[in-house]
C-alpha cells in the first residue's frame, strides 16, 4: 500500500516534524509506503491533473489547505481526513453550527461580516451578545490553534476594545463555563472509538493548553464525555480527531473539534500512540 502524508510547505517546526516521524514510523510497521509530500509541491495550474502517474492509494491530509484537499478528491483520492470535515474544523464558526443540536456546546453568537478597511464601526450586536452569553464571555477569532486567538472579557469595555482589535477578522462570542476555568479533558476519537484521553489543567491561565503552560494527567473518561467526542466527531464526519470537552455544571460540553491533533502530549501522559489507531484504520479501510 502507497499513500502521501501531505504537510504544509511553509511550516518548520520541529513539533510538527516530530509527529509526522510518528506516523511516517507506525506506517512502515504495517507495510505502508508513506512518502510526505509538501503542499506547495501541488501548485499546478487549475484545469490540469495534480496527479498524473504517480496516484497514491489513500492521502493522510494533515494541514489545512481546503482547496488543495478538494483538488485531490475532485482526482479520486481518498483523504483521511476529508477536505469537507477539515474545513468544518479549522472554522470555529463552521464547527459551532455543525456541533448545534447534536451535543451540549457553550452559547455562541457569530460575528456580522464586516471588510477590511471598515472594521466594526459598530458595537451594538456586541451589547445584544452579552445578553444571550453574558458576562464574562470568551472571544474566539474563527481561525486559530493551540489557544491563541482565544480572550477572556469580563466586561462590555474589555469585549468592544478586543473586537476593535481584530479589525475585519470573523470571531464567535461564547458563554464563559466557569466550572472548567483552566480545565478540560482531550479525548481522541479514530475511527468512531475513544483511543486515549486525558486531563488539561492549569491553575495560571482560562486556557487549558499545553502549549499555555497547561499539565496533564491521566482521566478516568466517563460514559457521558465518551458518548460526546464520538458524536461531535460523527457530526462533523471525520475520521479521527482531538475533542476538547470542558466540565459543564449539567454535563460534558464540547468546546474544539481538531481535524489534525498534535497528539505528542496524550502519548506522553497515556502511553497510546495515536499513530499507531490511525494508520489500523486506514489499513481497514484501504484494502
Not at 25 to 42: H, N, P, Q, V, Y
Not at 100 to 112: A, D, H, L, W
Amino acid at each position: 500500500m502507497k499513500g502521501w502524508l501531505i504537510v504544509n510547505g511553509f511550516v518548520d517546526s520541529g513539533k510538527f516534524h516530530e509527529l509526522y516521524g510518528y506516523l511516517s514510523a507506525s506506517a512502515k510497521k504495517r507495510g505502508i509506503e508513506l512518502e510526505i509530500k509538501t503542499s506547495d509541491s501541488f501548485a499546478v495550474p487549475v484545469g490540469e491533473k495534480i496527479c498524473v502517474a504517480d496516484h497514491p492509494d489513500f492521502a493522510l491530509f494533515w494541514d489545512k489547505d481546503v482547496v488543495l484537499a478538494h483538488r485531490l478528491e475532485g482526482e479520486g483520492i481518498r483523504l483521511f481526513n476529508s477536505a469537507r470535515a477539515i474545513e468544518i474544523c479549522d472554522s470555529k464558526i463552521l464547527t459551532s453550527l455543525i456541533l448545534n443540536g447534536e451535543v451540549r456546546t457553550p452559547k455562541t453568537v457569530i460575528s456580522p461580516k464586516t471588510f477590511e478597511g471598515v472594521g466594526y464601526n459598530s458595537m451594538k450586536f456586541v451589547e445584544n451578545a452579552t445578553r444571550v452569553v453574558g458576562l464574562p464571555m470568551i472571544i474566539k477569532e474563527a481561525y486559530g490553534s493551540f489557544g491563541a486567538q482565544v480572550y477572556l472579557v469580563n466586561t462590555l469595555d474589555e469585549a468592544e476594545k478586543i473586537i476593535a482589535s481584530l479589525g475585519h477578522k470573523d470571531f464567535i462570542m461564547q458563554e464563559f463555563i466557569s466550572e472548567s476555568k483552566g480545565r478540560d479533558v482531550r479525548v481522541n476519537v479514530v475511527g468512531g472509538q475513544v483511543v486515549s484521553a486525558m486531563e488539561r489543567y492549569n491553575e495560571n491561565d482560562f486556557r487549558s493548553n499545553i502549549t499555555n503552560g497547561g499539565k496533564m494527567r491521566k482521566i478516568n473518561l466517563s460514559e457521558d464525555m465518551k458518548d460526546a467526542a464520538i458524536k461531535a466527531t460523527e457530526a462533523i464526519g471525520l475520521d479521527f480527531a482531538g475533542v476538547d470537552i470542558l466540565f459543564g455544571k449539567d454535563g460534558p460540553v464540547v468546546c474544539e473539534v481538531n481535524s489534525n491533533p498534535h497528539f505528542k502530549s496524550s502519548l506522553e501522559c497515556t502511553g497510546v500512540d495515536m499513530s499507531e489507531k490511525i494508520m489500523d484504520y486506514i489499513t481497514e479501510q484501504i484494502k
